[in-house]
């Protein structure tokens, strides 16, 4: 059984950086894609980006293209995601996804963790 654990959210200052991790567990995450998402309050859930385990894929939204940088340790099985110059509209709950092959839907996700940007 896939687990995901999130862990790295805090408050921080506009312009601060913080590192997020997830903790992935249960099976051999070759072909995966592992992706983060945020939802703020009021909002849908979106994704922020992606990359893919084997290093083949990456994805990022405009608003975190130069400033969010995802990236993963194999031998440890966590996925991260870089924030720098952070702002007070990154401000959501951001959650860690995994999509296996070959339908690489997100199947499966993390309990999530805050941040918050100040101004």
């Known amino acids: 059984q896939v687990q995901l654990v999130e862990s790295g959210g805090g408050l921080v200052q506009a312009g601060g950086s913080l590192r997020l991790s997830c903790a992935a567990s249960g099976r051999t995450f070759s072909g995966y894609r592992m992706g983060w998402f945020r939802q703020a309050p009021g909002k849908e859930r979106d994704v922020v980006g992606a990359?893919?385990?084997?290093?083949?894929?990456?994805y990022y939204i405009n608003s975190v293209k130069g400033r969010f940088t995802i990236s993963r340790d194999i031998a440890e099985n966590t996925v991260y995601l870089q924030m720098n110059s952070l702002k007070p509209e990154d401000t959501a709950v951001y959650y860690c996804a995994a999509a296996p092959p070959p339908t690489l839907k997100w199947d499966y996700w993390g309990q999530g963790t805050q941040v918050s940007v100040s101004s």
């Open positions: 990359i893919g385990w084997n290093g083949d894929y990456e």
